[in-house]
């Protein structure tokens, strides 16, 4: 009989030689796995907020048959920080597969993490695959592309150089990292510690920006070994000439490796993006894959850390001064939010609502990060819009949940861990 717990530091050496030839079997040679054990090694190792459980296995026929990690972040979902469980990897041993052990060790783990006390779980990951474990697409994946055929250098006017990151400079790296990430919906919260911003690859290049003053006003990260165009790992910026000075960095670098394009990751809000945007670069949003995927766990107490932010958005529209009640039902469960004046207080109590959003999991999902907007959701299976009023107030009910859920480009970033 399976058994799924979690992993013992005995059991640690033999998880990552099993991960390390799952993912390159499933590469067919095109990867050598040691990006995912070194995500786990490092996690085990070194991560501050890994607890142990975090490493979730199957054993089965007296060998460990399927394993899952979770790191332990706080996101942003609004001013919001609500707690995040990372599922990366998932690996199942290479002559064991289809057999219901990755089923086991997710279910497993879904429940884990409930107990946990986590709000929401985000992976990247098969589409085809993590819907069976209540995931749905929640996230997208947005980027930044410079190209050389299209792209000039802008004049720097100040005084900069550009230097290694050390260490010492983890708390200003730190502070542009959340300046530039502050209304990015999922935005994983770090922290100035030397694992946080600790580069695994000596084919990383970690730079910083610092000015004539000796401040830090960026920082970029740059691979040699990633896909042709897609180096560019990360960029911060604190200011305009700080963007400047990466732009044209990265420009230099294509054209020295004669790339058409360099490909960075980012929100189309990224204070980088939108000065690049200017100077001729394409800001891309891929959405049809659906890869990037989250599911709500506790959805109470979700919505209890998100009062500030509901309130915030209520108050921006015309249900400022109103008093009014929206139950949301998914499943078993209903969170009801009772308004008053601008004010929310979030019940699980059994009381006749004003409007009834019912919606299955995965649809709830994408609305509450706001990948799906409700007008695309309300002609799905399973989604209804009641109202105890007259069929004219259904509008206002589908523009109240517009307001407290609206759409946005959800995307949690990097963990610097994995930078190879």
């Not at 070994?225 to 990265?250: H, Q």
């Not at 109590?349 to 649809?363: F, M, N, R, V």
């Not at 107030?393 to 949690?412: G, N, Q």
Request: glycine share 6%; with cysteine.
């Amino acid at each position: 009989m399976p058994q799924d717990r979690g992993a013992g530091e005995a059991e640690y050496e033999e998880i990552l030689m099993m991960t390390q030839e799952a993912f390159r079997k499933a590469a067919d040679g095109r990867s050598t796995g040691k990006l995912e054990s070194n995500i786990v090694e490092a996690t085990v190792a070194a991560d501050p907020n890994f607890r142990k459980g975090d490493l979730r296995i199957v054993e089965a026929e007296g060998k460990i048959v399927s394993m899952m990690l979770i790191i332990r972040r706080q996101a942003r979902i609004g001013k919001a920080i609500v707690n995040n469980a990372i599922v990366s990897p998932v690996a199942t041993r290479v002559g064991h597969e289809k057999k219901g052990y990755c089923s086991l060790v997710m279910r497993n783990a879904i429940n884990y993490m409930k107990k946990q006390e986590f709000d929401i779980t985000t992976l990247w990951g098969h589409p085809w695959l993590y819907t069976h474990y209540g995931y749905s697409p929640a996230m997208v994946s947005p980027s930044v592309a410079i190209k050389t055929e299209r792209c000039h250098t802008t004049e720097v006017k100040e005084t900069f150089t550009i230097q290694p990151y050390e260490e010492t400079q983890s708390k200003a790296v730190t502070d542009i990292y959340h300046q530039n990430t502050i209304n990015q919906v999922l935005a994983v919260i770090r922290n100035p510690e030397p694992f946080e911003w600790k580069v695994h690859s000596p084919n990383v290049e970690f730079q910083t920006v610092i000015d004539k003053k000796g401040r830090v006003i960026g920082y970029f990260a740059i691979s040699q070994t990633a896909p042709s165009g897609r180096n560019l790992l990360e960029i911060g910026v604190a200011n305009t000439e700080a963007c400047k000075i990466i732009f044209n960095k990265s420009l230099d670098y294509a054209k020295e490796k004669k790339l058409a394009e360099l490909i960075c990751p980012m929100s189309p809000q990224h204070p980088f993006a939108q000065f690049a945007y200017w100077q001729n670069a394409e800001l891309r949003t891929t959405m049809a894959s659906g890869a990037g995927f989250a599911r709500i766990l506790n959805m109470t107490t979700l919505f209890c850390k998100m009062k500030k932010e509901l309130e915030s958005r209520l108050n921006h529209s015309e249900f400022y001064n109103k008093t009014l009640s929206l139950a949301v039902k998914t499943g078993k469960e209903t969170t009801t939010f009772l308004i008053n004046d601008g004010e929310i207080t979030v019940s699980t109590e059994e009381e006749k609502a004003d409007y009834t959003l019912g919606a299955p999991l995965s649809l709830l999902n994408p609305l509450v990060t706001g990948r799906k907007g409700i007008h695309e959701l309300t002609d799905k299976k399973g989604v209804t819009i009641d109202s105890n009023g007259a069929i004219t107030e259904k509008a206002s009910a589908i523009r109240l949940v517009d307001v407290l859920f609206p759409k946005s480009t959800p995307y949690d970033g990097n963990l610097p861990l994995v930078w190879e």
